[in-house]
């Protein structure tokens, strides 16, 4: 179970900066933002590379590291409220190729948390996925009962990508649990766990709603 949990003073500053309900819009873009960049940063970590030589200016040749699959990566952007945390990736990977999906759950509430929601998908433009060539960043600042996410990931996997990844901000334990069951080899990175579900499928304490808090 590949969880990476990154929880250094910066990341728990910026997510505190992100919870807190009297942070105005630009500052919550721009917290997103910061964390993709962060997370970026912890991902290309667990890339492949390789040692190379290289001749430094004074003549000196040393060993130094090339991380081979950094022009392998794809990022998935679930619309709209991904938007900021690509910002962020693309900082890590700007030779990234991009795809979209604009994804929507009904919403609805029940007397218990919902165990999963009704997505509808309405557009997905995915790039062509090179069989055990390229590692796919799948990014949701929030993954609340997974059930957008595994949606997702289910497109994705049937490319046979090289490894498959998750950015988040938030995710629940809950959506969590769920797509580990389901897709033990995936990559989960994320900077918190959050315990609960409210009855209309928000996480909680959480941070609200990413898309209306980002862009109104």
Do not use: C, W
């Amino acid at each position: 179970m590949p969880l990476f949990l990154l929880s250094d003073p910066l990341e728990l500053h910026i997510l505190t900066q992100l919870r807190n309900k009297n942070t105005d819009q630009i500052n919550f873009r721009k917290g997103l933002v910061r964390l993709g960049r962060l997370i970026g940063y912890a991902v290309a970590n667990t890339l492949d590379y390789e040692i190379i030589d290289v001749e430094t200016p004074l003549g000196v040749k040393t060993k130094g590291v090339k991380i081979s699959d950094l022009e392998n990566v794809i990022i998935i952007n679930i619309l709209r409220a991904a938007t900021p945390l690509v910002e962020g990736l693309l900082k890590a990977f700007p030779a990234a190729r991009q795809g979209v999906v604009t994804a929507k759950r009904r919403e609805t509430e029940e007397k218990e948390p919902p165990k999963e929601m009704e997505v509808d998908i309405f557009y997905e433009k995915i790039p062509y996925i090179r069989e055990s060539i390229d590692n796919v960043i799948i990014a949701d600042p929030m993954i609340a009962t997974a059930s957008t996410m595994i949606k997702v990931i289910d497109k994705v996997i049937k490319n046979k990508p090289k490894r498959v990844y998750i950015a988040s901000v938030i995710t629940s334990q809950y959506g969590l649990k769920r797509i580990f069951e389901l897709y033990p080899d995936i990559y989960l990175f994320t900077i918190s766990i959050d315990p609960e579900l409210n009855t209309k499928g928000y996480i909680l304490p959480g941070l609200g709603d990413a898309g209306d808090r980002s862009f109104g």
